[in-house]
């Protein structure tokens, strides 16, 4: 096989070994170097093959990799379509100017801060590109390990006491996706997300309870992810409690619940699943709503910037969530596009948070009037970029976004309550951004001394430079736009999904005792019944 | 007489019931007890999602009735990510109370009734 062929795999597998080599570099002082070379390269050329993963799922074709050349029901496959080319795309476009600004010194804070970035990469990619739900799983686990080490990064009192709250929520939702996903195999019998989706609209009514309340366990699992309300009163702690670096980083981590949240209950669950079908569609648009209302009032009331910008997360995570929670092609196209911006937008301005912290001495990162910043006129002037995005002012991708998500919602029955929110959360958002702006630049006390040195340009490049990527989404909106729209409607047809995946559009189980045809596909879980076309081998349990 | 899936659902019940518990205590340690309890939960869950069988071997041709192998494939790997994580929460649990003097969640009681050195009752 050429490497080519093996496309797939390789934004999973360049991260992985590039870990165990920075292990093995280590990161004692003298060898920082090396290692901050080694993990930008390889951040790098990851980048290179997300491009060209990106070009290649352009044209419409689905990148199925099946490893260990098992045929897809029965191995595990990596797919590449649009959509997942995109978040691979958004990864490495994130993590590069992220680990920059890290290799400025925050990396050398703690141990093995590459490495660790390296895996956290690892298990995104991995997310992205699985086509099989405990795959998922497998992978979401790789993306959390690395995650509770990266949060205690740099250790302190206030970064111990959340992260222990942090990975205690975080293991108790890998419990429930444990048995969501349990739930889900028991009724349907396959985990492939392609043959899941031929499955599902067979599943009958009545059995079809388990299979939606596995469903909707997942849904929470994915939510917690996400921070969709109720679950996200643990963000804002967290990502504030973490360095600015991780943050930032942290801010793709949601967009993964997003994107599960998209690949299970958007497609497999969607509008053609049968008994199941548009299974969480009542849930999801009342609680995008009350996600994006929560956040903005949430950041109203924040004390310090970087938990102001954690819940503006919050609310962005809930304008993408109503986009697909209105189920339909051009919404998942302008949640798609709102995504791409809104992490980048996000990133940058917790680095942001993290760079004027640093230049107001006492005062810090808390939103009370303090020492001149230094560079008033250079961080203001990003400050003002990044709020301008997030708040969706034109002719930043942010009002590109929102302008599509309002079209998409117009024809919708909650066309009133979406734009009543949108649009309230856009002026919320501005004024939250612009009284944290006047505190940290207008109200400077000019009585104390200048809290810190100038940031030299290789520390505030990378916000610029994930500021510039925000605005070159907005030049470039058309190609955007028309690949965001091609990735929703390649999402929903299921049916070249499957023919690429497995082959053909028939449903195959991996359940190796059950016939074909043993009355209906599936049987409740702990009544085992031996199916028709076998001797009734199941002996009498004592 | 109870049927083998009576016992498993309750005791798989049971666990869980006194796993929550334990992770509504205030303490970490408790807390570390009670993921550790839903972990043997949920793994048990997904080990029965294969169907209870009797004399069944997951290998085709080795028996007239197959039991279901993918399982108990992914009730392996579930233990390991599970012992993977226990570990490392009990470190970050065990360096959250050196570092706070304290071994309730939320740090210190505001009181101070923590003394460092010494871990508070169950409360």
């Known amino acids: ?542 | 007489m109870l049927s083998m899936e009576f016992l498993f659902a309750s005791g798989i019940g049971f666990v869980t019931a006194a796993g929550v518990y334990l992770l509504l205590r205030a303490r970490s340690f408790p807390v570390v007890l009670g993921l550790t309890l839903l972990g043997y939960a949920v793994n048990v869950f997904i080990f029965i999602t294969g169907r209870l069988w009797l004399g069944a071997a997951p290998i085709v041709g080795s028996s007239p009735a197959l039991a279901d192998p993918l399982p108990q494939a992914l009730v392996l790997t579930a233990i390991v990510i599970g012992f993977a994580t226990t570990g490392f929460v009990i470190e970050l649990a065990l360096r959250g109370r050196h570092e706070q003097g304290s071994d309730h969640v939320d740090g210190a009681p505001a009181d101070g009734a923590a003394t460092p050195g010494e871990a508070g009752p169950l409360r």
């Not at chain 1, 053609?272 to 009350?290: E, F, K, R």
């Not at chain 1, 109503?322 to 339909?328: D, E, N, R, S, T």
């Not at chain 1, 995504?339 to 005062?363: I, K, P, W, Y």
């Not at chain 1, 944290?436 to 200048?450: E, K, N, Q, T, Y």
Request: proline share 7%; with cysteine.
């Open chain 1, 1 to 542: 096989m050429t490497l080519a062929e093996h496309l797939p795999v390789l934004p999973v597998l360049l991260p992985a070994l590039t870990a165990v080599l920075l292990l093995f570099i280590g990161d004692s002082p003298a060898r920082l170097r090396w290692a901050r070379a080694v993990a930008l390269a390889s951040v790098a050329l990851g980048a290179v093959l997300a491009v060209r993963l990106v070009e290649q799922a352009a044209g419409g074709t689905l990148g199925v990799y099946q490893l260990g050349g098992w045929p897809a029901p029965f191995g595990i496959v990596l797919v590449v379509d649009r959509l997942a080319a995109l978040m691979l795309a958004l990864t490495s476009a994130l993590a590069l100017p992220v680990l920059w600004q890290a290799c400025a010194g925050w990396d050398a804070r703690g141990r093995h801060f590459h490495a660790l970035f390296q895996f956290q990469l690892m298990g995104l990619n991995g997310a992205f590109v699985t086509g099989d739900l405990f795959n998922l799983f497998v992978f979401f686990e790789v993306l959390l390990i690395a995650s509770y080490v990266l949060m205690v990064h740099g250790l302190g009192r206030e970064r111990l006491r959340v992260g222990l709250h942090y990975v205690a929520l975080n293991l108790l939702a890998s419990a429930l996706f444990l048995v969501g996903v349990a739930l889900v195999y028991a009724t349907t019998g396959t985990l492939n997300l392609a043959d899941l989706a031929l499955r599902v609209p067979l599943v009958p009514a009545p059995e079809a309870a388990l299979l939606q309340a596995g469903a909707l366990l997942l849904l929470v699992v994915f939510g917690f992810k996400a921070a969709l309300v109720p679950l996200s009163m643990w963000l804002p702690a967290t990502y504030a409690a973490a360095s600015a670096p991780v943050a930032a980083l942290f801010a793709i981590m949601t967009k993964v619940g997003v994107y599960a949240i998209l690949r299970v209950h958007g497609v497999v669950f969607g509008a053609d699943a049968g008994a199941s079908a548009l299974l969480v569609q009542p849930l999801l648009l009342p609680l995008a709503l009350a996600t994006c209302v929560v956040g903005v009032v949430g950041a109203l009331a924040a004390a310090t910037l970087p938990r102001l910008v954690a819940w503006l997360t919050v609310a962005s995570v809930g304008s993408i969530l109503v986009a697909l929670g209105l189920f339909g092609a051009a919404a998942w196209s302008a949640g798609l596009y709102y995504l791409l911006h809104s992490t980048l937008v996000v990133a940058a301005l917790f680095l942001l948070a993290g760079l004027v912290a640093a230049q107001r001495g006492e005062a810090g990162d808390t939103l009370v009037p303090g020492p001149r910043v230094a560079q008033p006129a250079l961080l203001g002037g990003l400050l003002v970029l990044g709020a301008a995005s997030v708040t969706g002012l034109p002719p930043l991708p942010g009002f590109i976004g929102k302008l599509m998500l309002l079209q998409a919602a117009s024809q919708h029955g909650a066309a009133v309550a979406v734009w009543t929110v949108v649009l309230g959360v856009g002026l919320l958002t501005l004024v939250v951004l612009a009284r944290a702006g006047s505190i940290v630049f207008w109200a400077a006390r000019a009585d104390l001394p200048a809290g810190g040195a100038p940031a030299s340009w290789c520390a505030w490049a990378p916000t610029a430079l994930l500021l510039g990527a925000g605005v070159a989404l907005s030049v470039f909106a058309a190609p955007a736009q028309r690949y965001t729209a091609a990735a929703a409607v390649q999402l929903q047809d299921r049916a070249a999904y499957a023919r690429a995946v497995l082959g053909g559009e028939r449903a195959q189980s991996t359940r190796p005792f059950r016939a074909p045809a043993a009355s209906g596909p599936v049987s409740p879980p702990l009544a085992a019944s031996a199916p028709d076309s076998l001797p009734p081998t199941r002996p009498a349990l004592p």
